[in-house]
């Protein structure tokens, strides 16, 4: 029954993570058939972290999860980037806060972020164009907040957080910046004046990591099957098959594994093995450039 305060993503007192990673699977399953998922998972992960229901990061949020919830930028005909993939993402965001030792009001931020993540998501992706679908669900979810001022340290956070989405411009430079917090390494410029503020502010780089990761735990993080199941949803969205070969690459090369969620690592590399094994199997070169 949903949602179990007991249990993962919820709970964090589990130590095994592929137990963790079934509870959390189970937590998907149950909320498959609301009709209301997207109010459900916010006012239970509201309740879960803390946040208080006069707080305006909460009253905007709740405005946007019930119009997700009536078919407003919830992702259409989407196959993978719809309301069920956002409640995901948020149900992550909830375990992966909490296991980061975010202080309540850094979760806050980060759940809210992760409720807007892909509001309005075209099931297209951005095309080469750098931020362009991150910048388009900032853009509406701000609308909500004409009667609603959220404080301006909340916004900037959720902003960078949204951008750092972005696998191909935003997250190669949080994880530059939390390389550059950590180990005293260099740091670009940043790729958008948004992200500025992560050349310093380290806990700024751990939330947009987190967002990050908590998009990659909800669809590759839990194990193969939960892997295997995801690639098909985004093959049927971009019409074309997928590939074992392409997947591998893109956990290899582009986001190759958890920086802050090292806990779930052994459930990423069950997914890797998994392809791996069909690449054998099917004698196809691991990097499909290769080819």
């Excluded at 992966?96 to 309005?120: K, T, V």
């Amino acid at each position: 029954m949903f949602p179990d305060k007991q249990k993962a993503p919820f709970s964090i007192r589990g130590q095994d993570a592929r137990q963790v990673a079934m509870e959390i699977e189970a937590c998907f399953r149950d909320i498959e058939p609301l009709t209301d998922k997207m109010t459900a998972c916010f006012t239970a992960v509201a309740n879960c972290i803390g946040l208080d229901c006069h707080d305006p990061l909460f009253m905007v949020g709740i405005r946007i999860a019930d119009d997700i919830d009536h078919g407003i930028g919830a992702g259409g005909s989407n196959s993978y980037h719809n309301r069920q993939h956002f409640c995901e993402v948020l149900l992550s965001a909830c375990q992966l806060g909490q296991r980061a030792g975010l202080s309540p009001r850094e979760q806050a931020q980060l759940a809210f972020a992760a409720l807007i993540h892909d509001f309005h998501h075209d099931g297209r992706g951005n095309r080469g164009v750098a931020f362009k679908l991150e910048l388009q669900s900032l853009e509406k979810a701000k609308r909500y907040c004409n009667n609603i001022a959220i404080a301006e340290d909340d916004w900037q956070r959720i902003v960078a957080m949204v951008l750092c989405t972005d696998i191909m411009n935003g997250t190669p430079y949080a994880r530059q910046a939390h390389a550059f917090h950590t180990a005293a390494g260099e740091l670009d410029d940043a790729p958008h004046p948004e992200l500025a503020p992560l050349a310093s502010d380290a806990r700024l780089c751990m939330q947009c990591l987190l967002l990050g990761e908590s998009d990659l735990l909800a669809s590759f993080g839990l194990g193969a099957a939960s892997g295997t199941a995801t690639e098909e949803k985004l093959a049927k969205e971009v019409g074309k098959p997928t590939s074992p070969e392409n997947k591998l690459f893109f956990l290899e090369n582009i986001f190759k594994d958890f920086v802050i969620s090292s806990f779930f690592r052994t459930n990423l590399q069950a997914t890797r093995e998994s392809i791996q094994k069909i690449l054998v199997e099917q004698k196809i070169p691991a990097n499909p450039y290769d080819a």
